[in-house]
Nanobody, 121 residues
């Protein structure tokens, strides 16, 4: 079964940068898409960025131009480069991976446990 390991969260001042990583491990699986979502106190979980197996990227207007998603297919790892961070970016960031299991012969979706990103002066 596939497992996710997230890293890179922390405390950053407004205008600063952070890079999040999410590595998928397991056996007999192929990744279809990878992405990042976030949830702030009192708010619903929202899309931050996604990338498909074909390399297509998707961002909401709130982060477009500031955040960049990328992947390393050989390492089954997705990254989120976050620049020009604002206090409103403060949230728990969750990695999401959609994959195909060659053993189960089905497409599945899993979530990471989340990593906290705090933007504060």
């Amino acid at each position: 079964q596939v497992q996710l390991v997230e890293s890179g969260g922390g405390l950053v001042q407004p205008g600063g940068s952070l890079r999040l990583s999410c590595a998928a491990s397991g056996s007999t699986f192929s990744i279809n898409h990878m992405g990042w979502y976030r949830q702030a106190p009192g708010r619903e979980r929202e899309l931050v960025a996604t990338i498909t197996s074909g390399g297509s990227e998707n961002y909401p207007d709130s982060v477009k131009g500031r955040f960049t998603i990328s992947r390393d297919s050989a390492k089954n790892t997705v990254y989120l480069q976050m620049n020009t961070l604002k206090p409103d970016d403060t949230a728990v960031y969750y990695c999401n991976v959609g994959y195909y299991s060659r053993i189960a012969r089905s497409s599945l979706d899993i979530w990471g446990k989340g990593t906290l990103v705090t933007i504060s002066s």
